[in-house]
């Protein structure tokens, strides 16, 4: 029954987790992590994690491809390019429960602030020709598909490299391969239905979901 509710756990976890990613493009983690960091140590929830979230980041990239604008996202990788080692240290070194609590309230507050925050005044900035993360995209008012095309090669490549991090540091653990190969199911139906929603979800519908499912999540890691 243990393996059972483990893997019950693994499954809804990661479907969760896909079609919240899916769907708006990022949070995996997030969502993903309010379960799995209360079921296992960060050092083997998060590396399945980011693997899982290369999956879908792939689905998302195939799926938008029309979308992606791949030079203005380069200049975004190359910056977060050098703090992923930073972002490793910690993992490897901060309390597993200190971890779960200080990335569940920064998600809870960020999710809760632009929620209930007034309506945006700077929607003339839509048209700036700038870089952006998914925080300055929403801030901004970014449409669905504008925010997509910027943010989704730039988290894709982050995961990818911190991945490769662990693994040159022998960090992943064996366990990791077999817990990703149980979770292809729910991923694949995951990614798969939030990509759909994606496509017929409005823009002021797509926010509000976004920003609820990660102060929830935010909450729960702390809670």
């Avoid at 929620?115 to 952006?132: D, E, I, K, Q, V």
Wanted: proline share 3%; net charge positive; with cysteine.
């Amino acid at each position: 029954m243990e393996g059972i509710g483990s893997f019950a756990l693994l499954s809804a976890a990661v479907f969760l987790g896909a079609f919240v990613s899916g769907l708006a493009g990022f949070a995996f983690s997030a969502v993903a992590g309010a379960i799995l960091l209360h079921t296992r140590l960060p050092m083997e929830a998060v590396p399945l994690m980011m693997a899982c979230s290369v999956g879908v980041q792939a689905s998302n990239l195939w799926a938008l491809r029309k979308d992606i604008q791949w030079k203005q996202s380069l200049v975004l990788v190359l910056g977060g390019l050098l703090g992923v080692p930073i972002a490793v240290w910690l993992l490897q070194t901060t309390d597993a429960q200190t971890f779960r609590e200080v990335f569940g309230l920064a998600v809870a507050l960020y999710a809760g602030y632009m929620l209930f925050r007034p309506s945006l005044t700077g929607l003339r900035l839509m048209s700036h020709r700038r870089n952006a993360l998914t925080i300055w995209c929403d801030m901004h008012g970014v449409p669905k598909n504008q925010q997509r095309g910027l943010v989704q090669p730039f988290i894709a490549a982050m995961q990818i490299f911190a991945l490769a991090l662990l693994l040159a540091h022998h960090d992943l653990s064996s366990k990791l391969f077999f817990d990703l190969l149980l979770s292809v199911p729910a991923l694949v139906a995951g990614s798969v239905l939030g990509i759909v929603a994606f496509r017929f979800v409005s823009e002021q519908i797509f926010r509000r979901i976004v920003l609820i499912v990660l102060m929830m999540s935010g909450l729960l890691l702390v809670v």
